[in-house]
């Protein structure tokens, strides 16, 4: 990003609200600036603020809000303390029932001015709870000496930093409310200023902390790890290097799974696994795929990007076989073990980098009659232009960037000859900008 190496002028001005941007700042064209876009932190659509530069840039200039002159109706009062600081939410002065709509509006957007398509169809926005549901994330840790105390949380507004919280209401209770109390414990180590970061992640019978450290853990520290653990009922993890050398600092087997109860289905997972942050999100997000995909009892369904089975296994229930591949080899053998631990023998498992050319490999060439897909932030037109499209009567897309999306959309609907049936957003994400979505398409 080229940004001017002037002197930033920080005299704050006054300025109507636009918009609202795709990562949930206020959108401005200052008057005297020659209309130049300003993205404005903490401000909505509609209100007249007062703000102060942050950066200048060639194209936009961006800024925080210092005052509300004049607030939009669906201004709220946000309810954490850390709002405005803590970069992990955005949107918490924007009424819960509009933030979906905003993230409906950036995903139409997209679909628009990206990849030149509409949906037939807007389907209704899929929302779970907004509080307290997030299961799995990271908290960076940093010993500041100038504080004299070591910081534990998200990243602030400026990444460069650590938001110093004392709590998280976005992440499940039973870890949300011991931000403090972490903290306070790795000022107690010896190695507090070995250790960036701890990850959590939660099961339906256990939490799990896995423990980045830079230098061995002494005797004292490993010790401090298995009491506060048993304290406050986490299983400790030990991360001393790359993903591999994870492992718990205590023997014992931890049960991390959860239940897909609608589809009796259990998956078993490691701590630094993907799997969905928003637990109750995700089991109406499932019952939405399945119900768009549409596949019945004598359909081959192929799932892209399957993960740990998050939706194969589901589908393994009502269709005759579907196939599942992931570019994580550690993913693929869960997932292998996890059918076999449903019962479930008509779900196969591969590994492959779907980014590269695959039209060699077996399950490239067998014949499907549906393809579900749910790839990363990167989107999946290296594969799209792989597979042979025409055998599938519907694809069902799940994404979590609406940029990428929008392309391979453009790519489906206008090269390809499918018609993009419907989309809409899921709040997986509340109180940030992240936009999940779901587009369903059918061959023409």
């Known amino acids: 990003m080229a940004r001017s190496r002037s002197r930033l002028d920080r005299t704050p001005f006054q300025t109507d609200i636009l918009d609202l941007s795709h990562d949930g700042r206020g959108v401005a064209r200052r008057e ?8 404005i932190s903490g401000a909505l659509p509609g209100e007249v603020v007062r703000a102060e530069p942050t950066a200048r840039n060639r194209h936009f200039d961006e800024a925080r809000t210092v005052e509300v002159l004049q607030a939009s109706p669906q201004r709220v009062t946000p309810r954490c303390p850390h709002f405005g600081v803590c970069a992990g939410c955005v949107l918490q002065h924007l009424d819960e029932d509009q933030q979906i709509v905003a993230k409906q509006r950036v995903l139409l957007d997209n679909l628009t001015r990206i990849g030149h398509v509409t949906p037939g169809t807007v389907l209704p926005p899929l929302v779970g709870d907004s509080w307290g549901y997030r299961r799995k994330g990271r908290f ?14 998200f990243r602030e507004q400026d990444p460069r930093f650590v938001a110093d919280l004392t709590q998280c209401l976005t992440v499940i209770p039973e870890i949300g409310l011991k931000v403090a109390a972490l903290s306070a414990f790795i000022e107690t180590l010896d190695g507090k200023r070995d250790i960036p970061q701890v990850e959590f992640i939660a099961g339906d019978d256990a939490i799990v902390l896995t423990i980045r450290h830079m230098q061995p853990l002494s005797d004292a520290d490993k010790a401090a790890w298995a009491g506060f653990g048993a304290e406050h009922g986490f299983a400790i993890f030990l991360q001393p290097g790359g993903v591999e050398s994870v492992h718990p600092l205590l023997p014992g087997e931890v049960p991390l799974s959860f239940r897909l109860a609608p589809w009796n289905v259990e998956l078993a997972f490691r701590p630094l696994d993907f799997i969905q942050v928003n637990a109750k999100l995700n089991e109406k997000m499932i019952a939405l795929a399945l119900e768009l995909l549409d596949a019945g009892p004598d359909e081959r369904v192929l799932d892209l990007f399957c993960g740990l ?13 579907v196939v599942g591949v992931e570019g994580e080899a550690g993913l693929v053998a869960r997932a292998k073990e996890n059918a076999a631990r449903n019962g479930l023998d008509n779900a196969q498992f591969f590994a492959a980098d779907l980014t590269q050319d695959q039209r060699q490999t ?20 290296e594969v799209l232009q792989q597979l042979p499209l025409k055998q599938f009567k519907r694809i069902v897309y799940v994404s979590c960037h609406p940029g990428s999306l929008a392309r391979d959309a453009g790519y489906l609907v206008n090269e390809q000859g499918f018609t993009l049936v419907s989309a809409g957003a899921m709040d997986m994400f509340p109180h940030t900008a992240h936009v999940e979505s779901i587009a369903v398409f059918e061959k023409r």
């Open 32 to 39: 005297g600036e020659g209309g130049k876009v300003t993205f």
């Open 140 to 153: 960076s840790v940093r010993r500041v000496e100038k504080k004299d105390k070591t910081l534990v949380g």
């Open 309 to 321: 089975g998050n939706f194969t296994l589901p589908l393994a229930r009502t269709v005759r076989e």
């Open 362 to 381: 077996p399950w490239m060439r067998q014949g499907f009659d549906k393809l579900l897909l749910d790839p990363p932030r990167s989107g999946a037109i």
